[in-house]
């Protein structure tokens, strides 16, 4: 976030400042907080113990709605996940609201995994999808609704962050609703779709895609495919995980854009002749991206050929997976909503000027936090397990291969159990940025501030590496916050 980077203010003044804005954080309305319990009336809690006994099919329907409002160049509509006042002069490809509802006919329910072409999206804003879902009625029996975000670079901000400055909510308000009508709209359609038939999933190893830019250098490479195979002999539909942000386009992009995952979608289309094709991202935080991004950072026109290059490989890699296996028709999932402890004051200020408005809460030590929420899900019998977090996860949060003591930036080693531990599933992926955007999830021992100013300016360690993440985070306890939560919800199921 780094908002006083914007303001060019001499570092005592900003000193001076810092002090000051904790000191709001005393005189903050109790009106501003809100409790668990009222922030999760809409969060379908989905089974309460996984079941082991599958459905004789799967019905899976899909719909899809565009978001991109027609008045692009005649309101302000600014451009999200790079820099302030960056207002969208074009449409290279629309917005969209993919959905995808799955059911596995053993009458416990049906789920719905839906990704928006955005940099991200608030809970608090996708319970307003859940509500006129649920309260629509027009889908019996429906046991979790799960909304993650693309994290595309060069969508309609859908948080606030990206307006004329950090004071003003760069989110317009007339586009949000419509977005959450349309979502929601592409959700129910989805239900209204459904069919019959197979689900198959296959994986692939991407090589010269993806690159790290914050030790330790580890990502997941695995694309996963799932595929589903309607018997009626119509399209199907593809569920693409990959770990990757969205930034193809670069910081000088003034186009809206749902940037790589278009351009993949265009791929898988014409080899398929028209295939279905839904998009979800994975563990990205740490930073993973695009292999070349150094390149097109400041280069949009370079970009702009990047974007469509990159999305192509991404789509021949997606249809290069030729060993597939069937998933047995059983779906089991559960979601609990988590308080993260925010010590992030730069984002508590712009949540109680009203430009985020993530729901918080205030325990009696004072200590605010975000509700936020951890889905864990399983697809057929013990052979995908899918790890749904609301934020940018560190990849070494899932894979357990954490800096040491001498090489992280605190000097310390954490005691976590990796995701990768916490499901006996022949398969794991994470889908990140699911069900709310909270910032990057950094492990405690490598979360490093800057001494006098944190969170509102970068800083560097000890061996110089530059600590950005952190300034778009919600605190050191995050990760332990999440993957606690995680572990007891897991447990909570067998």
């Known amino acids: ?54 459905g004789e099919s799967w019905t899976v329907g899909f719909a899809s709605s565009v978001l991109t409002p027609e008045d692009i160049t005649a309101d302000k509509y600014y451009i999200a996940g790079y820099n302030p006042n960056n207002p969208a002069k074009a449409v290279l490809d629309d917005m ?25 999206i608030s809970r608090k804003d996708i319970n307003d999808i859940r509500k006129i879902v649920i309260d629509s009625g027009k889908i019996p029996n429906l046991k979790s609704i799960n909304i993650c975000s693309t994290h595309s670079h060069s969508a309609i901000d859908t948080q606030g962050l990206w307006g004329k400055n950090f004071l003003s909510d760069g989110k317009n308000a007339e586009f949000m609703e419509s977005l959450k009508a349309k979502t929601a709209e592409a959700i129910v359609a989805a239900y209204e779709s459904r069919k019959e038939g197979a689900l198959y999933f296959g994986t692939a190893e991407s090589e010269g895609l993806l690159t790290d830019t914050r030790q330790p250098v580890d990502y997941d490479a695995t694309l996963t495919r799932l595929r589903f195979d309607p018997t009626d002999g119509t399209n199907d539909t593809y569920i693409v995980n990959f770990a990757c942000h969205a930034e193809c386009l670069g910081a000088r992009t003034t ?22 094709v839904v998009f979800i991202n994975g563990a990205i935080g740490g930073l993973v991206t695009c292999e070349k991004l150094d390149d097109v950072l ?49 984002l508590l200020l712009v949540r109680i000027l009203g430009v985020l408005n993530n729901d918080v809460s205030k325990d009696e030590n004072g200590d605010i936090a975000i ?22 996860l560190s990849p070494e949060l899932e894979s357990g291969n954490f800096l040491t003591a001498e090489a992280a930036a605190n000097g310390t080693d954490v005691d976590y159990k ?57 605190g050191p306890a995050t990760a332990g916050t999440l993957l606690e939560a995680m572990d007891e919800l897991i447990k909570s199921v067998k």
Not at 308 to 319: A, N, P, Q, S
């Open 1 to 54: 976030m780094e908002i006083l980077r914007f303001l060019r203010l001499p570092d005592l003044v900003k000193g001076i400042i810092s002090g000051l804005l904790s000191l709001i954080l005393l005189f903050v309305p109790n009106s501003t907080y809100t409790s668990v319990g009222e922030a999760s009336e809409y969060m379908l809690k989905g089974d309460t113990v996984f079941s082991d006994t599958a």
């Open 96 to 120: 969209h609201a993919k959905a995808v509802y799955l059911d596995d006919n053993t009458g416990r329910g049906g789920v719905v995994i839906c990704a928006i072409d955005c940099v991200g």
């Open 298 to 346: 400041r280069n949009f026109e370079l970009g702009l050929e990047y974007v469509k290059e990159f999305g192509k490989d991404v789509g021949e890699l997606v249809m290069s997976i030729a060993d597939e296996t069937e998933l047995a028709p059983l779906l089991n999932i559960k979601s609990e909503a988590v308080e993260v402890k925010c010590d992030n004051i730069a």
């Open 255 to 276: 186009v809206v854009s749902a940037d790589f995952p278009a351009y993949m979608e265009k791929e898988i289309v014409e080899q398929t002749g028209g295939a279905n």
């Open 371 to 392: 509700i936020s929420e951890v889905s864990y899900m399983e697809l057929g019998h013990k052979q995908i397990g899918v790890f749904m977090i609301p934020g940018e």
């Open 418 to 474: 990796p995701l990768s531990e916490m499901s006996d599933c022949t398969h794991k992926f994470v889908v990140g940025l699911c069900n709310d955007e909270i910032g990057y999830i950094i492990p405690e021992n490598d979360f490093f501030l800057h001494e006098w100013l944190p969170y509102f300016n970068t800083t560097g360690d000890a061996s110089g590496r530059n600590h950005y993440e952190e300034t778009n985070s919600t």
